[in-house]
């Protein structure tokens, strides 16, 4: 080896060691999505599709980890995603409450709000039903009941959004509950058990028992495809329009390189095959609204909530 060759040799190697070692391209080990809920609901199913092809597309392991718990915050799942470090190995599926409610009910670490969406993939078919055998049939029926008889509503957290939208409706049609009750999960067994009268859940946890319940309303702008003669919240009401929506989040801190690679992902697995035949199986709407479009809909929805939150005295 010439003399040159050995200096340039020695070098390279040198400045190779000042540089220190080379930053590993991501994915380059485990990513955990976290669900905020129990299994079983649409965010999840969809959730579950996301991780099992970002495993397939980048070769490493992916898991849905689900931290159900206080509904009405703190949002276990959530603060985890806010505590993880920022680079992309710990992402959150979010519904609307954690970047709209979260920041506003005491819990230090979502207020200011940490996080960024990645996009939007998910708005739930959420209903407000009651058993088959309630004396009523929709929401006018249950206004006038409810006049002279209590009547207890289950919810899922009081400052959620789909139970904020429903006491308001109630307002806007002069009637209140006599008392309601946060759950982990409402499905057939809470309105069978008859601890409540009425409900309010996603139409995926009633779907085996929907022909023995009363579907009153649906929360939203429009009617869903299984329950199309029951009306929107929206229509009863049209200062209540609220989609309840579910979403990828990162923190905002995390690179813009890695939320790619996540959106990129993300963004295939909804418009599937396999995604749009869940859509049309359970009335819900799959589609991908990208970070920008989901910011804007963060921002309308925080106006909207605070119009209801007035309405409701909070």
């Known amino acids: 080896m010439s003399r040159i060759r050995k200096y340039t040799t020695a070098l390279s190697v040198a400045v190779a060691a000042l540089a220190g070692p080379a930053l590993a391209e991501y994915p380059e080990k485990p990513v955990e999505f976290i669900v905020p809920w129990p299994p079983g609901d649409l965010e999840d199913v969809l959730t579950r599709m996301i991780a099992n092809d970002f495993q397939e597309t980048y070769g490493v392991p992916a898991a849905v980890v689900n931290k159900p718990g206080g509904g009405g915050g703190p949002f276990p799942g959530a603060i985890e995603v806010a505590n993880a470090p920022a680079d992309g190995y710990t992402i959150g599926s979010f519904i609307i409450a ?25 708005t739930y078919p959420f209903v407000i039903a009651a058993a088959g055998d309630a004396p009523y049939d929709d929401m006018e029926g249950l206004a006038a009941y409810a006049q002279e008889n209590d009547v207890v509503l289950g919810h899922f957290g009081a400052p959620l959004v789909p139970t904020q939208v429903t006491l308001a409706l109630a307002s806007e049609m002069g009637f209140s509950y006599a008392s309601d009750a946060p759950f982990d999960a409402l499905d057939c067994n809470t309105l069978a058990s008859g601890d409540v009268d009425v409900i309010n859940t996603t139409l995926q946890l009633i779907l085996p028992c929907l022909d023995n319940v009363k579907v009153l309303a649906s929360i939203g702008d429009q009617r869903i495809s299984l329950t199309p003669d029951t009306p929107t919240v929206a229509e009863l009401a049209p200062t209540l329009d609220v989609a309840l929506w579910n979403g990828l989040f990162v923190h905002k801190d995390t690179p813009v390189d890695v939320q790619e690679k996540i959106i990129a992902v993300a963004r295939e697995t909804v418009m599937s095959e396999e995604a749009q035949k869940l859509a049309a199986e359970t009335g819900a709407l799959v589609y991908w609204q990208d970070a920008d479009a989901a910011a804007d809909q963060i921002a309308k929805d925080i106006e909207t909530l605070g119009t209801i939150g007035q309405m409701l005295g909070n």
Do not use: C, S, Y
Not at 98 to 122: Q, S
């Open 98 to 122: 954690v970047p709209v409610v979260g920041p506003t009910i005491g819990i230090p670490e979502l207020n200011p709000d940490p996080f960024i969406p990645l996009g939007n993939f998910l």
